[in-house]
């Protein structure tokens, strides 16, 4: 898949504009594409842009949906928070949201009091998080939240590899993951035509079983992976728990289960 161009539609940016193009390897082009798809900078924001009927999309941690969640979510009682286990928890887990996307789950999690880390593989998913991080650090209603927050642009499958080499201290407690599946539902796609093209551009997680399986080595507490309601599983190992909801899912690997060897001793 060729790289997905960059343009600046705001001159007083163009500095903005040369850094997120080295940072995330993008070609920065000086005129607005006629076709396709392609990153805009504008006075606001970046946006993923494309000539068709959708809106445009980008990450969003101040204003909206992530606003609403913020001050109307529900708290620990959010099934995300259940998920990862924060429901009566005294101490909040290091998290690892390993398909960061456009980091919705991410910022609830840090929203709550937790440290996240996210990985994105995705050069244009990177970027959109980078500038929707940058824009909530600044802004008061959010800075505390954006410090809780880290990117890593990276390959999750490496990157976690890496943790489970490191001390048990230092690993991460829960990985959760969002796998961005083909979507067969002709009525889902077509009510999120702006979503349908993010993930024209960034493609399915078509290795979502390598994922899994190098996350439940690298995690001390739980994997969580969020799928649609009637959703496969994905391959390999199967769930300690599923907590069902009306619309989405949590399928739990508990590690204590999968790997109670690692357990002896630390009681």
Sequence with gaps: MHATPLYCAESARRDTAESLAARFALPLVKQRPDSGYWLELGPQRLELVTTGKHGAVYAEFVEGAAKHRREQGGGRGQPVAKAVGLKGAKDLPRIVDATAGLGGDSFVLATLGCEVTMLERSPVAAALLFDALERASVHPDTMDIAARMTLIHANAINWLAEQAELPWEQRPEVVFVDPMFPDTDKKSAAAKKGMQAF????????????????????????????????????????????????STRFDLYVIKALRPQDFVGRD
């Design 199 to 246: 993930q024209h551009v960034i493609g399915d997680d078509m290795d979502s079983a390598a994922l899994l399986e190098t996350a439940i080595t690298a995690a001390t507490g739980r994997v969580v992976v969020k799928r649609p309601q009637r959703g496969v599983p994905i391959e390999g190992v199967k769930p300690s728990v599923v907590l069902d909801g009306k």
